[in-house]
């Protein structure tokens, strides 16, 4: 398990019960669930190779929108991959065991200061980008609401996915507001511990 620099490690040598080494073990049953994230991130892989070889082959067929859409789509591929990178990467860390990256070339910024709050807030904001990309590809596709432009468009369904993404929203700045508290509170007694 991931731990911040605050969190003082076990002296060498102590040895764990048998009931509390079950329970900290239990932390490997999380590893198949991230081998099938990396799974996921192959599919996604394949899509996005799929969905950049339609954009290719239709290259000079595309109207300008229909590009806009294409593109946004593998931008859309890429932000979920983000995504299934952080839960994988920062998960692993967090919840089952240290990757030891320190000094790798490769080590992502981030990965230093992951705990459950960071990674929460980081999902959030990818959550909000997702939806920010699907929003945005639905106010194009239903530009012409009522006319055979706008496919499966209706008003009330871009209502309602507009009322959802601002509820991201507003659930993300709730998540970063209650972090912000907890760690003003642990602040202030490592302030009156002193």
Not at 55 to 71: G, K, P, R, T, Y
Not at 88 to 98: A, K, L
Not at 126 to 132: D, K, T
Request: with cysteine; proline share 4%.
């Amino acid at each position: 398990m991931s731990m911040t620099p605050e969190t003082p490690l076990p002296p060498k040598g102590v040895r764990l019960g048998p009931i509390a080494m079950l329970i900290f073990g239990s932390r490997w049953l999380q590893l198949p669930l991230y081998v099938g994230l990396i799974v996921a991130q192959c599919v996604y892989v394949v899509l996005f190779l799929k969905e950049l070889w339609h954009l290719f082959a239709h290259a000079f067929d595309f109207s300008e929108q229909q590009i806009m859409l294409a593109v946004l789509g593998l931008i859309d591929v890429v932000m979920i991959s983000n995504l299934l990178v952080m839960v994988i990467v920062g998960g692993y860390e967090t919840f089952v065991s240290r990757l030891n990256l320190a000094g790798h070339p490769d080590e992502p910024e981030w990965l230093s200061h992951v705990n459950a709050s960071v990674l929460k807030i980081k999902l959030a904001m990818a959550i909000i980008g997702i939806s920010s990309i699907h929003l945005l590809r639905t106010f194009i596709e239903a530009g012409g609401l009522g006319s055979a432009r706008a496919g499966n468009y209706t008003e009330t369904g871009v209502m309602w996915q507009t009322i959802i993404h601002t509820v991201f929203i507003l659930s993300a700045i709730g998540i970063a507001y209650v972090d912000k508290l907890s760690n003003d509170a642990t602040e202030a007694a490592k302030h009156a511990a002193h």
